[in-house]
């Protein structure tokens, strides 16, 4: 695997660029690493490029191309120091099989911290957690329905774990389940252990739990079709004594992820063609705006009005996903019970009340600026724009 092939192959989990320090967490194959520099000692491309410059205007960029330009420039000067060595560590994917959700969440995993020097020091920490410390105990407030399918993580396999889909890095992973009669079902697998931070997972499990309860379900929502367990928090000997102690007195299974019914021929709105975009975009506009409407009339945020989080199935019908930003009840109850409440008890509910309206009403602006927006754009234009509505929860 060559330089060039290292970089193409990593996948961008985190990212911290602040005044004294710069972070990158990556994963490239079956090894998480996670970069660590002073921004002193990173070099770009341009003379006239500043590590300090491009972090004070990211946030006044409004143009996609500008945005994605910016955002590509802080993580390929925070990433270049450091690829020779990710080639040399990096553990690939065994060609030919298929990985289980227990293999995949278990890892290699090197912190690497470039010195003053230009020397690199290499601390590993060796089958550690996807992500490490994302992987968490049950959730004391969560309850999944006896109806919910629980998998073991040992029967699930992720078919995207193969060489080509590992240089793409195709959203979301496919999964396989067993099923009656040696044959296997399709999903899409949703995880704890790698691209989602607690709570937003949390948030996002509990508003699939909600939508799976409902009498009548949203349409163009993915239905949840089961979670995936296991007995052990893969808690490495570098965990801290506090994670480590939770972690002990937890009981239950500990959930790595969830699945979702999968949608055939799935591209999310930023891939879309512009003549596909021409064509549907209105009737495009239109469903979305159905669906999150079903989900306000059940008290449910959507929480990231984002060209990533509206998918296109293969008869051209769209669908609304991830809700780690939104889900149900985060201002509290709202309803009847308020009433009899008195003076600033009262006031602190209906104030929630009113804010939880204008975040609905934020929602579904914002579906309609990101349509607008996005028609005249192609693909290659579209990645990093937005969210065109972000609740911070």
């Not at 690199?120 to 957690?129: A, F, R, Y």
């Not at 937003?200 to 979670?227: K, M, Q, S």
């Not at 965990?239 to 937890?250: R, V, Y």
């Not at 349509?371 to 911070?392: I, K, N, T, V």
């Amino acid at each position: 695997m060559s330089i060039s092939e290292a970089s193409a192959r990593l996948r961008t989990i985190t990212h911290d660029y602040g005044e004294q320090h710069a972070t990158l967490t990556v994963q490239c194959e079956r090894t998480e690493f996670i970069l660590q520099a002073s921004p002193w000692t990173l070099t770009f491309p341009k003379e006239d490029l500043n590590y300090h410059q491009l972090r004070k205007v990211t946030p006044t960029i409004t143009g996609p191309a500008e945005y994605r330009a910016t955002q590509e420039s802080l993580r390929t000067a925070l990433l270049m120091p450091f690829l020779p060595i990710i080639k040399t560590l990096a553990t690939p994917f065994e060609p030919g099989r298929d990985l289980t959700i227990h293999e995949f969440a278990v890892c290699n995993r090197f912190i690497l911290a470039l010195q003053p020097d230009g020397e690199i020091l290499v601390t590993e920490q060796k089958h550690g957690p996807l992500a490490h410390g994302l992987i968490s105990p049950p959730m004391p407030t969560l309850t999944i329905p006896s109806t919910i399918p629980h998998f073991d993580a040992r029967g699930v396999t992720l078919d995207s774990c193969d060489p080509i889909a590992a240089a793409t890095w195709t959203w979301p992973d496919r999964a396989s389940t067993p099923t009656a009669g040696g044959k296997t079902k399709t999903h899409f697998f949703l995880k704890a252990a790698l691209d989602l931070r607690y709570p937003e997972f949390a948030h996002e499990l509990a508003t699939y739990i909600t939508l799976h309860n409902l009498d009548n379900p949203i349409p163009r929502v993915p239905v949840l079709e089961g979670v995936v367990v296991t007995s052990s928090p893969y808690l490495s000997e570098f965990e801290t004594p506090e994670i480590k102690a939770a972690a002990a007195s937890a009981a239950g299974p500990f959930i790595l992820g969830f699945l979702i019914i999968w949608i055939d021929g799935a591209v999310i709105l930023a891939d879309v063609s512009r003549r596909d975009r021409g064509l549907h975009m209105e009737r495009w506009r239109e469903s979305v705006c159905e669906t999150i409407e079903g989900l306000h009339s059940r008290s449910i945020l959507w929480g990231d009005v984002n060209s990533h989080n509206v998918v296109v199935d293969r008869e051209m019908w769209v669908w609304v996903v991830d809700f780690g930003r939104g889900g149900e009840g985060l201002y509290g109850g709202t309803g009847g019970a308020v009433g009899n409440r008195k003076g600033d008890v009262l006031e602190r509910e209906l104030d929630r009340g009113e804010r939880r309206k204008l975040e609905m009403k934020k929602e579904l602006e914002g579906v309609d600026a990101m349509m607008e927006a996005l028609l005249p754009l192609g693909p290659e234009e579209s990645q990093g724009f937005g969210p065109f509505y972000l609740h911070e929860g």
